[in-house]
């Protein structure tokens, strides 16, 4: 079996990073003894160039309301960038349901309508669909629960 699993991560003095963990792979990737079942235990250090917490998301305030829906819900969010947005609402089983390009969202605040309807038009079946909000540099997904079809 191969496995490369990083064990822990914490932030340095510098605001760096020091991952740690181990190795049993044997794809030349990791200098060792892999052939004879030994591993090798690593350490590495990311600089602090890009800190985590300053990398902001473009998709703010995500709300669905209502939700359970029965009719028509609203998603309302707060957009700082409308480079490749896009909202997807999908089932449980990943089928794309309906998909909302960046022409339908503006800078700002943004409330988008749904009724129940799929791209072509018909009702969906009552159960849990995923609303997903994806921008250039963020991601948001939220369950919805469609109850009165």
């Known amino acids: 079996m191969r496995i490369d ?16 963990g181990y190795s049993t792979s ?16 690593w350490i590495v250090k990311l600089s602090p160039l890009v800190n985590i917490n300053e990398i902001q998301s473009s998709i703010t305030n995500f709300e669905i ?22 909202l997807e609402i999908s089932d449980i089983e990943g089928r794309k349901i309906k998909l909302y390009s960046k022409e339908n969202f503006n800078f700002g605040q943004n409330n988008i309508s749904w009724d129940t309807k799929n791209k072509s038009g018909i009702k969906v079946d009552n159960g849990i669909y995923l609303v997903k909000i994806n921008s250039d540099n963020s991601s948001l997904t939220k369950k919805i629960v469609v109850i009165g079809n």
């Open 65 to 86: 309301t209502p939700n359970p829906v029965l009719l028509e819900t609203k998603f309302n969010f707060n957009l700082s960038s409308l480079k490749n947005v896009s």
């Open 5 to 20: 699993i990083s064990n822990s991560i914490q932030q340095v003095s510098d605001g760096g990073y020091i991952i740690a």
């Open 26 to 41: 044997n794809d030349s990737n990791v200098t060792g003894h892999h052939s004879q079942g030994y591993g090798d235990f």
